[in-house]
């Protein structure tokens, strides 16, 4: 799907402005568990805006992570695990 421009950007935006949601309700700046959930923010904000304002090197990027694909699916689990279980703590 990153071969089309027009998915990317479209991508990109919903991307960009769940990231600005994030940041916005979810501010939290302590040095605990919560500060991971502000920095996946931020970092869904930066990739909205890197989708739309470079598609092409979202495609060249996704082709370098297809290769890897097993090992950053089990990377995402593992953190999603962590913080459902950090969540009913």
Same mark, same amino acid.
């Given at each position: 799907?990153?071969? +089309?421009?027009? @998915?990317?950007?479209?991508?990109?935006?919903?991307t960009? =402005? &769940?990231?600005?949601? $994030?940041? %916005?309700?979810?501010?939290?700046w302590?040095? +605990?568990?919560? @500060?991971v959930?502000t920095?996946?923010?931020?970092?869904? =904000? &930066?990739?909205?805006a $890197?989708? %739309?304002?470079?598609?092409?090197?979202?495609?060249?990027?996704?082709?370098m992570?297809?290769a890897?694909?097993?090992?950053?699916?089990?990377?995402i689990?593992?953190?999603?695990?962590?913080?459902f279980w950090?969540?009913?703590?």
């Open positions: 799907m990153t071969e +089309d421009k027009a @998915v990317t950007v479209s991508t990109g935006y919903i960009f =402005l &769940l990231g600005l949601v $994030t940041v %916005i309700l979810h501010g939290i302590v040095l +605990d568990w919560r @500060v959930i920095i996946l923010g931020w970092m869904t =904000l &930066l990739k909205g $890197t989708k %739309i304002g470079f598609p092409n090197y979202i495609n060249k990027s996704a082709q992570f297809k890897q694909q097993k090992i950053w699916g089990g990377v689990f593992l953190l999603g695990a962590w913080l950090m969540s009913f703590r």
